[in-house]
């Protein structure tokens, strides 16, 4: 039996119509697209071409050894820069800003006050010297004794070059405390650079400052 040419290329000839047919819809691309243009390169000066060169033959083997590709190690090292940054401006520009806004707030009066023991002591001691008219020696025991009685106190209010006038202008001693060295000292300094010997009315008057730094009543 003979099988026609028609009958046999039927359902070819069907699948080729339509394939055409798809082929010849408006709505379908079968051309390929051109490809996408690439970002222009941004114009990076020569120099900082260079600085990323050299970081990178720096820094990509120690990547490497890290586990890191370089791209990945380049942000490391610029997180770190970051940080290192921000320490610097803390260090150089914050801290010394509130160091000074701190020193700029008035200092809290301490009311610390020698024992009442050894201020008796003392000023009796010092009377000794006065009731013999050796009223100079009198004022610069107080004086001495009170920087000492200070020093073991609260060390760290004086160094070893503290003067008895700086002494006078601590902020962390009571006003009281400042008012009687300033008058002690002040007795003290002018009999020995002006070599005026000091008198009972300068004697009572540095006594009288130490007894009040001290809360003490003073007897006649």
Do not use: C
């Not at 990509?60 to 050894?65: K, S, V």
């Not at 008198?199 to 003490?216: C, H, K, L, P, T």
């Amino acid at each position: 039996m003979t099988i026609g040419r028609g009958q046999g290329a039927g359902p070819a000839a069907e699948a080729a119509e339509d394939w055409r047919a798809v082929r010849a819809a408006a709505d379908l691309q079968y051309t390929p697209l051109p490809e996408p243009k690439a970002p222009p390169t941004p114009d990076v000066p020569w120099w900082l071409r260079a600085l990323g060169r050299l970081l990178e033959a720096i820094f990509e083997p120690i990547g490497r050894l890290l586990g890191l590709s370089w791209p990945v190690f380049q942000y490391v090292l610029l997180g770190l820069a970051v940080l290192l940054a921000l320490f610097l401006l803390w260090r150089l520009v914050l801290e010394p800003l509130l160091e000074a806004r701190r020193n700029r707030r008035p200092a809290q009066e301490v009311h610390w006050v020698p024992s009442r023991a050894e201020a008796e002591v003392l000023l009796e001691d010092a009377d000794r010297l006065a009731a013999q008219g050796r009223y100079g020696e009198a004022a610069q025991l107080l004086l001495h004794r009170s920087v000492r009685q200070i020093s073991e106190a609260r060390p760290e209010w004086l160094t070893a070059a503290s003067t008895a006038r700086e002494i006078a202008a601590l902020p962390m001693l009571p006003t009281a405390g400042r008012r009687a060295f300033g008058v002690i000292a002040g007795r003290v300094e002018r009999a020995i650079f002006a070599l005026r010997p000091l008198d009972a009315q300068d004697w009572q008057a540095a006594r009288g400052a130490y007894a009040e730094f001290a809360q003490i009543a003073l007897r006649a």
